[in-house]
């Protein structure tokens, strides 16, 4: 088991930036590939990015390429997403994923997720 905690959400500007941060713990964070997914109202959950266990692939859906950047850092368990020049289409819930397998595009390759953390952006 994986518990995994989002924080950092909240309400920004157009053009602003906000961090997320996963904390995960039970098993060895190191051992899996994570990713960020984002939910808005009506929508189904769509991939947002991925980051292999060893930090060294990253991948980013076509929406956010250029302007997030995921990492991680092993020491402390967590999992960062760096979101630049938002915009109000990036408004969703952020879930925090662990994957167990497949294609880093697909919510079925995630075998646990975080809670969620809101993300608003205003115009």
């Known amino acids: 088991q994986v518990q995994l905690v989002e924080s950092g959400g909240g309400l920004v500007q157009a053009g602003g930036s906000l961090r997320l941060s996963c904390a995960a713990s039970g098993r060895t964070f190191s051992n899996y590939a994570m990713g960020w997914f984002r939910q808005a109202p009506g929508k189904e959950r769509e991939f947002v990015a991925g980051?292999?266990?060893?930090?060294?692939?990253?991948y980013y859906a076509d929406s956010v390429k250029g302007r997030f950047i995921i990492s991680r850092d092993s020491a402390k368990n967590t999992l960062y997403l760096q979101g630049n020049r938002l915009k109000p289409e990036d408004t969703a819930v952020y879930y925090c994923?662990?994957?167990?397998?497949?294609?880093?595009?697909?919510?079925?390759?995630?075998?646990?997720w975080g809670q969620g953390t809101q993300v608003t952006v205003s115009s």
């Open positions: 980051i292999s266990w060893g930090a060294t692939s990253t």
């Open positions: 994923a662990a994957y167990t397998g497949g294609s880093y595009y697909s919510t079925k390759s995630v075998g646990y």
